[in-house]
């Protein structure tokens, strides 16, 4: 299995502009989340989906932040407008099942984005 | 809502040398993870502990949780400049309402002099 796969792995913007990051989870994984890491903030989770269905977006910073995840094999994230503070690593994670699996979460390369 | 910190927040050790990271919770540990992350890239699973007083090793990491399921140290013996990186510790964090929040701690950044 290729894991899971994201996409850009770099993404330069000017502020005002949509952002789309995607994310292909490994195939029979019910559960995908969204994390972004920075250096102040650390791993935050943003949303989380199980079987398709987004279950908490509590972490999901403002309106311009929307996750859509139309079948079990594709997630994007979407910023729309980009603003300078969204500049941060995105990942994207998935996991065979919610609720403390014996083999973790296994996450992808991440997306830099950084918006100028 | 749960928390975890970490400590240290960062580690400078010479080849070689033991350590030691310790990871705190807020509240009771469900599951506790430990992943390692290099630098610019993706978090890698380690190891999974569940119950109290449980420890695991991988290589020569070595993973417990405490009998109160609040605490986990992670320890590495003779480390190696390929031990360097980040380490977090993640948890299962139960909602009342039955929904999952996988929560991170803070991070320690390790970096080993050869």
């Known amino acids: 299995d290729a894991g899971v796969i994201q996409s850009p792995r770099h993404e330069v913007t000017e502020m005002g502009q949509e952002v789309t990051l995607r994310c292909k989870p490994i195939?029979?994984?019910?559960?995908l989340f969204w994390y972004r890491q920075t250096m102040m903030r650390g791993l935050e989770l943003l949303i989380y989906?199980?079987?398709?269905?987004?279950?908490?977006d509590s972490g999901m910073p403002e309106d311009r932040f929307s996750a859509k995840m139309p079948n079990a094999s594709f997630s994007t994230l979407k910023i729309q407008p980009s603003e300078p503070r969204d500049s941060a690593v995105y990942f994207c994670?998935?996991?065979?099942?919610?609720?403390?699996?014996?083999?973790?979460?296994?996450f992808g390369s991440g997306t830099r984005l950084t918006v100028v | 809502s749960q928390e975890l910190e970490q400590s240290p927040q960062s580690l400078i050790v010479q080849e070689g040398k033991n350590l030691t990271i310790n990871c705190t919770s807020s509240?009771?540990?469900?599951?506790l993870y430990w992943y390692k992350q290099k630098y610019g890239e993706g978090l890698i699973f380690l190891m999974m502990?569940?119950?109290?007083?449980e420890e695991k090793s991988h290589e020569k990491i070595t993973a417990k949780l405490d009998e109160k399921k609040q605490q986990s140290s992670l320890h590495i013996t003779a480390s190696q400049p390929s031990h360097a990186g980040i380490y977090l510790c993640?948890?299962?964090?139960?909602?009342?309402?039955?929904?999952?929040?996988?929560?991170f701690g803070t991070g320690t950044r390790l970096k080993v002099l050869a």
């Open positions: 994670a998935s996991s065979l099942r919610l609720g403390a699996p014996n083999y973790g979460y296994t």
């Open positions: 195939s029979g994984h019910n559960s």
């Open positions: 989906f199980n079987n398709n269905v987004p279950i908490d």
């Open positions: 509240k009771t540990l469900y599951g």
């Open positions: 502990l569940q119950k109290g007083g």
């Open positions: 993640g948890a299962d964090n139960r909602g009342t309402s039955g929904t999952y929040k996988y929560i």
